[in-house]
């Protein structure tokens, strides 16, 4: 048994979808040029304090990664309809190795995102020291977590036709929320809806640059509150959609 | 390999719920397969062979009844890797080659196949770096055949493996699994081709309406349902006289016409003739395996759902 090439072939499937590629990629990028590029003189925006380049590299980071792990949703809706999953059912493959290639793969494309729009930053010119970006990077990383739960969720909910506008409404509505778009200051009427959303803390992953470990407690909280939620979610929708009927 | 302990179906029973009310697909059946043994399960559509095939996979939660696989619960058997399968239904997933495919399909096996040989069994070789979502019917078919065979599997299960095949593709898929079964791997296939069952079963599972009517060589069933019926137009004879004719096994009447079902066609219309000149109208017909397969269970009635 060989999980680690099982792994890769499933790398190698995702990294083959171009069109894809060019949504999860081409288009934070190249939104981040055109929001961020004309601003790029701005060193306070919004009252948050952080530069717009900085602001909105993270903020489209987190778009795009966003993205990127409720992908694996759609993969799984589509290998569920193509009845792909019965026959991975009928080979040692358990349900834990099966999400883990899922997930490992979303964090792939991911970490591919997040590495695009750091450059994209640094070429409107962010600067942070090592540990500001390691520890940003982190805060990421984590935050990205409940959105692997919300794929699985998804992905076993939602058929192959529906997943699509369910993903990309739940995106485009927690981007918006998330302050993607435009800083969400504490006095905001919004803040309050923002503040528990797990969008919203990728985006305060930019907070690292201000000195102090970027998420306070409540940060923390509301994502391990979600990531909880979604995969006890996520964990029901698995064994209703595999129940044997 | 295997012990003594094979594939054993103890009174399965399944039942699907639909809105229009409960559709018995599987109505208590007995099977025991013997290691190294190939089986068709033989029947029309909506015979249940799909759903007894679920069941014995572990897909499908028998209503009543036990199923065994090498002495274990379907879902061991699997877990060990000693099971490959072709299903009825789904699709390949895309973006990667045959070659891949087969490659990540025989990473999830402990004692997988040679990628290369597989690739060659299965007659898939000259497609081998091709897209997955760019193949024929038959061409997907035959890939879907290399997943089942890479895992190196001590049980193949294949519903309906030659479905969409060309004459060609079915030959070669017949010649590989006849190497395979004289490997001594234990082969259950379904198809509705008695001639697939005759040619490459040691066994036919005769299967009609969710039960079983028949199990034994397929040169029996084939003789059992094989038969033909000759029908004529013939007033005012007995039916005991004519059901006496060499090479009729019963006779019925319906009408003015009788029809008789018979082991030797040919021998019959000649004691017919000999015996009744003014028989007129003659038809001689095959009763096809669904026609038959009716006869066999005692219901003249056409399947109304098929499950």
Known sequence: MNRRAYMRYELLRTLRNRRYFLLTFAFPVLLYFVIAGPNKKEHNL????????????????????????????????????????????????????????????????????????????????????????????????AGLVPFGAMAILFGHLLSSDSIGPAMGGAIAVLALLGGTWFPIGNHDALYHVARVLPSYWLVQASHVALGGRGWSGAGWAVVAGWSVAFGFLAARAYRRDTARM | ????????????????????????????????????????????????????????????????????VFGAEPEAAIAAGRVGAMLQTGSLIRDLTVRELVSMMAALFPDALDVGDVL???????????????????????VRFAVALVGNPELLVLDEPTVGMDVESRRAFWTTMRDLAAQGKTVLFATHYLEEADAYADRAVLMARGSIVADGPPTEIKAMVGSRRIRATLPGVPLELLSRLPGVVDAERHGEAVVLRCADSDGAIRALLGAYPDARDLEVSGAGLEQAFLELTGDEHPVEAAA
């Not at chain 1, 991975?88 to 997930?103: C, M, N, V, W």
């Open chain 2, 1 to 68: 390999m295997a012990g003594a302990a094979g594939i054993e179906l103890r009174g399965l029973v399944k039942t699907y719920r639909t809105g229009g009310g409960d559709v018995p697909a599987v109505r208590g059946i007995d099977v025991g397969i013997r290691p190294g043994e190939t089986v068709a399960l033989l029947g029309p559509n909506g015979a249940g062979k799909s759903t007894t095939i679920d069941m014995l996979l572990g897909l499908t939660r028998p209503d009543g009844g036990t199923v065994s």
């Open chain 2, 120 to 142: 060659g069994l299965t007659g898939i070789r000259d497609i081998a770096d091709q897209r997955t979502e760019k193949l024929s019917g038959g061409q997907a078919q035959r």
């Open chain 1, 46 to 141: 919004g009252g948050s304090g952080l530069s717009a380049p900085l602001y909105y590299m993270v903020g489209l980071a987190a778009f795009g990664t966003m993205s990127a792990m409720l992908s694996a949703g759609g993969r799984i809706a589509a290998e569920r309809s193509a009845g792909w999953n019965r026959q991975l059912r009928l080979t040692p493959l358990t349900p834990r190795e099966y999400f883990r290639a899922k997930i490992v793969t979303a964090y792939a494309v991911a970490g591919v995102c997040l590495i695009l729009l750091y450059v994209s930053g640094t070429i409107l010119g962010v600067r942070l020291s090592a540990h500001e970006w390691f520890s940003m990077t982190g805060l990421i990383l």
